[in-house]
């Protein structure tokens, strides 16, 4: 067994039921559901709130929601969803029907009153929080597949902590990486890293003469005016967030690598000059943000691709073009492929259009499943992951890394892992039958006929 020195100085605390790496939606969603099935749960977050992407990222923005007939994302999503609704913290105009019945209908949200809400619900299942905390080693077994504990590390030091379950929600596959299972690198086992984008919220934006659709004929025309400092085409752009607020999700970080700390702190600061630049665009160019003013850069960079798990299973392109669906599934979704421009060039302006304005855009009543094995490091026996990390492709990741379906893949492993510790099942055998079960009396949304087991 692999025995770090590290591991065998510090301080041991209690032992869990299910350890979850990371507060995202993805690891929230765990620690949420698998202690309302009781088990006790700790979740380390390294920020001071949950919501990763949703919150300290600035991304505040859900999609793909709706295949045009029906709600896809349901469960614990949907139960957040509703209650920012009814809280008031979703824009001015939007109602039940937009993520009902409207084809990808999604809206912008409040982050700030998705903090609290994620808290409350913490709190109400009886998960034990530790924010600015983080997982730095881990002592397991590879060739058993067997996670025996994890060294946390926060104002207090070290601490070695053990638990019958592990998720990684990292986004980052930190811990499924410092545990020994396999791994693909974006830039070591891909040719490009996607870039990432620091998000920034805008205020006092006059919403009646804006035109969301306009922002993209702007950018052509301030790029012929020599405004830019890159010649980047690929603006996703201004978001509404609330009655005068929107977040602005542009400026990719070209050649910026997630795993890499020299690189990732460059990426912060050149973030931050291109949240000044694009806002000032916006001032120059768009109707209704004359006075428009920066009130906050993100404190989490928007990295959209760094490491995927080599899982019991890949969901690949394939998959997603044929639109298919699994008996095992534990979500269904119907978010496009979304791979941004990886440099300037007219070849990556051209495939980008194509792949996500035309060809690789699922249409009314079209969706694809998330199957069980894209959750669970091949031959792990107690380890999971949820959210960006997942097992898939390239294009595919690019389609299923947003904040709703990683809820989805967060729901099914808190799921999965208290059922393995009550039956004694191993990840990688789970009887997936029972957890659908489970998931479908928790609200998700799974439209396969009745499982058969792994």
């Known amino acids: 067994m692999k025995t770090r ?3 065998r100085k510090v301080p041991v605390e209690d032992r869990y039921d299910v350890l979850v790496a990371g507060g995202g939606p993805a690891g929230t969603a765990a620690a949420i559901s698998a202690a309302r099935l009781g088990a006790r749960v ?8 949950l919501g990763g992407m949703g919150t300290s990222g600035m991304v505040a923005n859900w999609y793909a929601l709706s295949d045009g007939r029906r709600m896809l994302v349901q469960g614990l999503f949907r139960e957040v969803l509703e209650t ?7 824009p001015p105009g939007v109602e039940p029907e937009r993520w009902h019945e409207k084809l990808h209908g999604g809206m912008g949200f409040n982050a700030e009153g998705l903090k609290p809400l994620l808290d409350e619900l913490c709190v109400q299942a009886g998960v034990e929080v530790r924010f600015v905390t983080r997982v730095i080693d881990a002592e397991a077994d590879p060739e058993t597949g067997e996670v025996e504990g994890v060294v946390i590390n926060n104002i207090e030091g070290h601490r070695f902590v053990q638990a019958g379950t592990y998720i990684d929600a990292t986004g980052d596959a930190v811990l499924a990486d410092l545990c020994g ?6 830039g070591r086992d891909t040719e490009h890293i996607m870039p990432p984008t620091l998000c920034s919220v805008q205020a006092n934006i006059d919403f009646a003469p804006f035109n969301f659709d306009l922002q993209q004929e702007k950018v052509h025309q301030a790029l012929a005016d020599g405004f830019f400092s890159q010649h980047d085409r690929h603006v996703p752009g201004l978001f509404r967030s609330g009655e005068s607020i929107g977040i602005l999700n542009a400026g990719h970080l070209f050649g910026t690598d997630a795993l890499d700390a020299r690189s990732l702190s460059d990426g912060y600061m050149w973030g931050r000059r291109l949240a000044v630049e694009y806002a000032e665009f916006l001032r120059r160019y768009m109707p209704g943000c004359e006075r428009m003013e920066t009130t906050a850069t993100a404190s989490l960079m928007g990295v959209r691709e760094s490491r995927r798990i080599i899982g019991e299973q890949e969901l690949t392109y394939d998959d997603f073009t044929a639109r298919r ?27 980008y259009r194509e792949e996500y304005l035309h060809r690789d855009v699922p249409g009314v009543g079209e969706s694809y499943g998330l199957p069980y094995g894209i959750l669970v490091p091949r031959g792990w026996r107690n380890l999971w992951v949820a959210g960006r990390c997942n097992s898939s492709d390239v294009k595919v990741n690019g389609a299923i890394r947003d904040q709703p379906a990683c809820f989805l893949m967060g729901q099914a492993a808190g799921t999965a892992a208290v059922q393995s510790i009550r039956t004694g099942q191993a990840a990688n ?3 997936t039958a029972t957890l659908i079960r489970t998931l479908r009396e928790h609200g998700a949304y799974l439209p396969q006929p009745e499982p058969a087991g792994r």
């Open 5 to 7: 020195e590290l591991v």
């Open 42 to 49: 700790l979740l380390v977050e390294g920020t001071g709130c």
């Open 84 to 90: 920012m609704h009814e809280r008031g913290h979703l």
């Open 181 to 186: 299972a396999g791994s693909r690198r974006a």
């Open 325 to 351: 669906h699994f008996p095992d599934q534990i979500g269904v979704y119907c978010k496009a492929v979304d791979i941004h421009v990886y440099d300037t060039s007219d070849e990556q302006w051209e495939r």
């Open 429 to 431: 055998t789970l009887d």
